[in-house]
């Protein structure tokens, strides 16, 4: 009855609300032609932003954005929807585009924000994450949008948080204010999906050796040295494959896409986007659980005999794409990523399937990574104080892609190319000659495919077929679901600024020695002989319950423990 409720409340302020596809509603359409058709009236009474004296808007802004995006896909600024809009929102907006790839996304952001030469909007997926959003909110670098997300400046957005104010309950930081747009579809597995990365193994490679699909520690590292001793697996000529490879990370915590962390649950305790966890009642911090030295022991082990990638703590992210699900030729026999539909396009079969999550010979049950930020709230949209005095015009720009129709351009492809509108809320997505979906590397030529925002709700849109990625999402979930860490209920997600300083201090050299200490401990050795110290060193030199009370709400701080 609820789910009716909302749609029927939704469909209602849609219709009250006049949803446009374009920028702005039509008197606000005609106020801005007016006001941009006499430029030496503008040049007497405005200024160089587009507003008059009295703060009203005279003609467009200028705006920078710096937008993320894949490395393989297609910048923002030379995509079809994105001239569109462009052309249908040119009297509220001029944009200067910095295309940023996600191989330099790291050094970008950073470089930019520390030396305060950042751009009035930052957009594409997961572009600033969880804890950044904080700080930056603290320190008035990103400003809030709330106030414009009305019926009047973004109709499209408002009457979908309207019809599900759980959203924009979501989407509000504890100040009340919100400093981020989220893309988020209300449709498909990929909704229920709660973690992150998925194992994959070669089943090619496994019926060539003579292996069934592993279910244990033991039996992967039989599995591994079998791929190694087998030689010239792919039938390339070269002695080229790799038994098994991840991402390790260089920042935060460690990657969480494609990620060894995730690989650590297989002990006991998987690594996440917080460092820490709740379990048995007690929040704990990863690092330093005795499940660790198990999962370290068992690595170093694949890393002395030449079954783990030797690049692993050195690769970045296109590098190992290249090597797993961007490969022609398969190299790798186990590696993690997000899913096998691009790498079995690629390779023309079922080459790649899921691996389970393994037991090991410690007896601790197996868990699996949690994403914290879940896959049903995209981070898409953040603007920054650079745009002080020009958020209304923004507001309504940004707003052009939360339409039923860009968002469909942004979450699924192109309409008219890569989905067809059969009839009411009915869809059908294209396939190629061979009965597949396009890639979304193809798809972003046209479209801010997957990085761009967008809002669906389940009411809104409906595909007339299930799309592969929903299917491949089921089956995995129904593989990990028994094995995903709990909710967390002790994050503190608004610290006062003192605090958000302090923990800023604090968290970088936490994260450097464990990131740092592991990485020697896998290639290099040791981890028996100085487990004592580095637990001694992250309690007494590197203040980690100081941290850990500035992370965690104060109700839940006596659930704290380091022992």
């Known amino acids: 009855m609820r789910k009716k409720a909302l749609a029927a409340a939704f469909m209602s302020v849609m219709m ?15 106020t801005q032609n007016n006001a941009s058709g006499d430029e030496a009236q503008k040049e007497d009474t405005g200024n160089e932003d587009g507003q008059d004296e009295g703060g009203e ?52 952001l950073n470089l930019a924000f520390s030396g305060g030469d950042y751009p009035d909007l930052v957009m594409g997926s997961w572009a600033i994450e969880g804890t950044n959003v904080v700080d930056y909110a603290n320190q008035g670098i990103l400003l809030p949008m709330d106030e414009y997300i009305t019926p009047e400046i973004m109709p499209n957005l408002s009457a979908k948080l309207e019809a599900r104010p759980e959203w924009k309950e979501g989407i509000t930081l504890d100040d009340g204010h919100i400093y981020e747009l ?38 992967l590292y039989d599995v591994l040295k079998a791929f190694k001793e087998a030689g010239d697996l792919n039938g390339n000529g070269e002695a080229d ?24 649950g297989w002990f006991g305790i998987a690594q996440n986007q917080k460092g820490m966890q709740e379990k048995d009642g007690k929040i704990i911090f990863n690092a330093m659980q005795p499940e660790w030295k198990d999962a370290v022991s068992f690595f170093h082990k694949l890393y002395s005999e030449g079954l783990l990638d030797m690049e692993t703590f050195t690769h ?34 079922d080459v790649y399937q899921v691996m389970p999550v393994l037991k090991s010979s410690n007896g601790e049950e197996p868990q699996w990574a949690r994403r914290y930020t879940p896959i049903t709230f995209t981070g898409t949209v953040w603007m920054t104080d650079k745009a002080e005095g020009k958020q209304e015009q923004i507001m309504k720009f940004l707003d052009t892609f939360f339409s039923t129709e860009r968002s469909i351009e942004s979450n699924n492809g192109k309409l008219g190319k890569y989905v067809t509108h059969v009839e009411g809320n009915t869809y059908h997505v294209e396939k190629d000659e061979q009965g597949n979906t396009f890639a979304d590397d193809v798809k972003s030529a046209e479209s801010t495919i997957k990085y761009g925002p967008y809002m669906l709700l389940a009411d809104e849109v409906v595909f007339d077929e299930v799309s592969e990625s ?21 994050v503190n997600n608004w610290m006062s ?20 200490t592991i990485a020697k401990w896998i290639t290099e050795g040791g981890v028996e002989e100085e487990w004592d110290s580095y637990v001694s060193t992250l309690k007494d030199n590197l203040q980690l319950e100081k941290w850990m009370k500035m992370k965690v709400n104060d109700s839940m701080e006596d659930k704290i423990s380091i022992e």
């Open 497 to 516: 600024a003192e605090d958000s300083a302090e923990a800023t201090l604090l968290e970088p050299d936490l994260q450097d020695y464990v990131r740092s």
């Open 182 to 219: 989220v893309s988020r579809a209300e449709m498909g597995a990929a909704y229920d999906r709660t973690f992150n990365d998925e194992i994959l193994i070669n089943a090619e490679w496994l019926e060539a050796v003579g292996k069934e699909m592993p279910t244990t520690t033991d039996e």
């Open 57 to 108: 808007s005279s003609g467009p802004v200028d705006i920078t954005i710096m937008a993320l995006r894949d490395d393989s896909y297609t910048p923002w600024s030379e995509t079809t929807m994105i001239k569109e809009i462009e052309e249908e929102c040119k009297d509220l907006v001029n944009i200067t585009w910095i295309d940023l790839p996600g191989s330099m996304k790291a050094e970008k």
């Open 470 to 490: 929903d299917m491949n999402n089921a089956e995995v979930i129904e593989v990990y679901k028994d094995y995903v860490q709990p909710e967390p209920t002790f």
């Open 241 to 264: 494959e790799l038994p098994m490879s991840a991402c390790y990370g260089t920042t935060g915590w460690g990657d969480h896409i494609n990620g060894m962390y995730s690989m650590f």
């Open 16 to 30: 009250a609300a006049g949803v446009l596809s374009g920028c702005g509603d039509s008197s606000t359409q005609s």
């Open 316 to 349: 970045d992210g296109s590098t190992y794409n290249a090597k797993t699900i961007n490969s022609e030729t398969p190299m790798v026999g186990v590696y993690a990523t997000w899913n096998n539909i691009s790498v079995n396009k690629l390779l023309g079969s």
